[in-house]
Nanobody, 123 residues
Framework: VQLQASGGGEVQAGGSLRLSCIPSGRTTNDAATAWFRQAPGKEREFVVGIRWSGGNTYYADSVKGRFTISKNSAKNTVYLQMNSLKPEDTAVYYC?????????????????WGQGTLVTVSS
């Protein structure tokens, strides 16, 4: 599986961005995709995840009500819509993929990673 992530950029606080992740080689809905982020000097942290089967979603408390994850199975794409962005959302965002439908909040459970896309939110 190869992950292609895109959509990062720089916005002012309160602005919006949409990230996309395409997991090429996904052959079953028994899988999960999640976004993690890593700010300078910090560990990679879970942001949001989605199950390909059923579409159940899971959010970190810090982004609930502001971020929305969705998927388009026909396009094999997961989207992360980020609204009301804050300076503390600044980080490199990574798309992770795992076989199996459980959305884990620990990065160690994900077998494949995209290249990372930088999101910068200025105050």
């Amino acid at each position: 599986v190869q992950l292609q992530a895109s959509g990062g950029g720089e916005v002012q606080a309160g602005g919006s961005l949409r990230l996309s992740c395409i997991p090429s080689g996904r052959t079953t809905n028994d899988a999960a995709t999640a976004w993690f982020r890593q700010a300078p000097g910090k560990e990679r942290e879970f942001v949001v995840g989605i199950r390909w089967s059923g579409g159940n979603t899971y959010y970190a408390d810090s982004v609930k009500g502001r971020f929305t994850i969705s998927k388009n199975s026909a396009k094999n794409t997961v989207y992360l819509q980020m609204n009301s962005l804050k300076p503390e959302d600044t980080a490199v965002y990574y798309c992770g993929f795992r076989w199996g439908s459980t959305v884990h909040t620990s990065a160690q459970w994900y077998n494949y990673w995209g290249q990372g896309t930088l999101v910068t939110v200025s105050s």
